[in-house]
């Protein structure tokens, strides 16, 4: 599910003509906020495509332009890249969750999401078919239309969420019902309709819709999707309003369940709930997401920080020490697109004063520490791959300058290494010993993508296409992509040791 990800992001910023930046569906009151640059918000073209930027200041050195013919070759590879995992997963594992492509073998994987311990696993679960929903938009962006189609008939006969699984709510909300919704607004031409709607609006979704890329779909996947999220709106039925970390599908909240949740997950509702609610017209999940950040935000400490952890009934904090990285990183990710997808300047706000925050009390020289909510003091003075989504971010609010410099810190990692490293002791210049691995993620792609798209700097596109390359030698076997299991050993030139 991972290596889709990377791949589609990769073939995004490699093979683009004539990028497109996200539009902001109304005009909406913009709050000052100073960036590190000196200029506030207001003064910055919201598209982040501003004129006259200065040079990246890069971690590579290449002068030579993108040509038309690199383009194209980077295309072909990265569609290859994709298909080479898909076609295996199809051939070796569907409909069960994953493919294993050092094995090929198959696991059903759905209750293992997020579940470091391996704990109440299920007995008779017989798999979803998570990697095609996961996978299935992809094939539109490839603009295969059959096989796009054939999935969405799949889904709309076979899927059935009515199965005794505890699983991740968080995961199971982006992987799962994204996926539907996903695949659902594409089929139907219908995504137009997202941006426009509110609680209160009488425009119809048909109103927004284009031209349908699945001819004969009749919508089938929203109702899977709504029946998807009223199990997980089950995980919100705390005193605080805050979800619990674990749902099962069929039985709900499990007595007894731990009432520990990350900051990540509980704003990471935002746009599959806000998405849901304006295809059905049913407002419970998006208040249900605006209930939990609302309150999460009202947690915070007069520094405007938040912690990593926190009690979902007592709404006290576990864990003081927060960051943008692993536990917090989401949060703030799904606010701002919350805000690009819906025009909702109540989360807008959030962001801004949240974004003041992380440049005050967790940025260091281009890298980003944890600090402790209360003082504001350092606590971890690490680096982590999931961290490399913050680039982006910082392209989508403008701050161009800041995100070129946070950018060039984490691809620095990668040509360090040929893959990020988890964890890296940017203090010690050393990857950290026990989180030395790259699981195929794909953060550090889409800031990539989103930064050429801002710039049209050719100097991403040249990274685009290294991190596919790097992925090839890397971590392409004969049934799929595996994740690398120390990312020390490629610089070593020891050899990638893999993992299913």
Known sequence: AGTTLVLVLLLSVTCSVSPQSSPVRRQTRRPTVTFTTGRPLAELEWSSRRAGAPPVSQPFSTDSKF??????????????????????????????????PLTKTWTDSLGELGNLKMEFLPKKYKGSALTLI?????????????????????????????????????????????????????????SDAIGGMSEGTKQEPDDYQDEKFVPNYDGALLPIAKDLGERLLKAFDTPSGLPYAWVNLRHGVRRGETTEQNVAAIGSFALEFGTLSRLTRDWRFENASKRAIKTLWHKRSHRDLLGNTIDVKTAKWINRSGGVGAGNDSFFEYLLKAFVAFGDDEVFDIFCDAYVAVIKWYHDDGWYHEAHLDTGKPTHLQATSLQAFWPGVQVLIGDLESAKKSWGRFFGLWTEFGASPERYLYTEKQVHPSEKQYPLRPELAESTLLLWSATKDDVYRHAGQKMASDLVKHAKVEFGFASLKDVRALSRKKGATLEN
């Not at 383009?71 to 076609?87: I, L, N, P, S, T």
């Open 67 to 100: 040509t038309e013919q690199m383009r194209v070759d980077a295309a072909a590879e990265v569609k290859q890249m994709f298909y080479h995992g898909y076609d295996n997963y199809m051939k070796h594992a569907f409909p069960h969750d994953e493919l294993k």
């Open 134 to 190: 996961d996978a299935t938009t992809t094939l539109a962006v490839l603009n295969n239309r059959t096989e796009f189609a054939k999935n969405v008939l799949w889904m709309s006969e076979n899927l059935n969420f009515d199965v005794d699984v505890r699983v991740n709510a968080f995961e199971v909300n982006i992987r799962v019902l994204g996926g539907l919704l996903s695949a659902h607004c594409i089929a139907s031409g219908g």
